[in-house]
């Protein structure tokens, strides 16, 4: 299904524009809100410090004027500066998984711990961790509840768009059931 949508302005104000991208960064941002409150809730119990992780981002492409919201994890040392305490997992290996494998650990002598004058292992045997997919199903499970959370901002913007002479040529649509 293809759909061309070709906007002019008749009001191209800087006022007018700075209203529409601040509503659009608004409603973004209550839809990032609903998400990491959802993701907080879904977090496996085993990562509790993993919460601190979570975090959206909110951008406009100046060149194309398309607002973006972006979910994520922030690493730890932007945990750290946040003053939260980091988890000690990766946010990457709670949403992939991570497959079995040897960790050759050591300092320079190839010990992996020293306690006075005995030396605890040479390497370490993970067992690996199933994925999760916390990130992926929560925004995909709740996008009814993430799209609500916009629905008042867009309200507005639409009523900023017909107050600046917005005109929408919807041009022609196409459906292809290939």
């Known amino acids: 299904m293809a759909n061309k949508y070709n906007v002019t302005f008749v009001n191209k104000s800087d006022e007018v524009k700075k209203a529409i991208v601040g509503l659009s960064k608004t409603a973004l941002r209550s839809s990032g809100k609903v998400i990491r409150k959802l993701l907080r809730e879904n977090v496996p119990v085993r990562s509790r410090r993993f919460k601190n992780h979570i975090g959206t981002w909110v951008m406009i492409n100046y060149s194309t004027g398309q607002p973006t919201l972006q979910v994520g994890f922030y ?97 022609d649509e196409f459906e292809d059931d290939d």
């Open 75 to 171: 690493s730890w040392q932007k945990v750290r500066k946040k003053g939260k305490q980091p988890s000690h997992a990766s946010p990457h290996w709670v949403e992939f998984g991570v497959k079995p494998h040897t960790m050759p650990k050591g300092d320079k002598v190839g010990h992996f711990m020293r306690y006075e004058n005995m030396i605890f292992g040479y390497k370490v045997n993970h067992p690996g961790t199933r994925a999760t997919n916390v990130l992926r199903d929560t925004v995909q499970n709740n996008l009814s509840e993430i799209r609500a959370a916009q629905e008042e901002y867009l309200k507005e913007i639409t009523k900023k768009l017909e107050e600046a002479g917005l005109k929408i040529d919807k041009g």
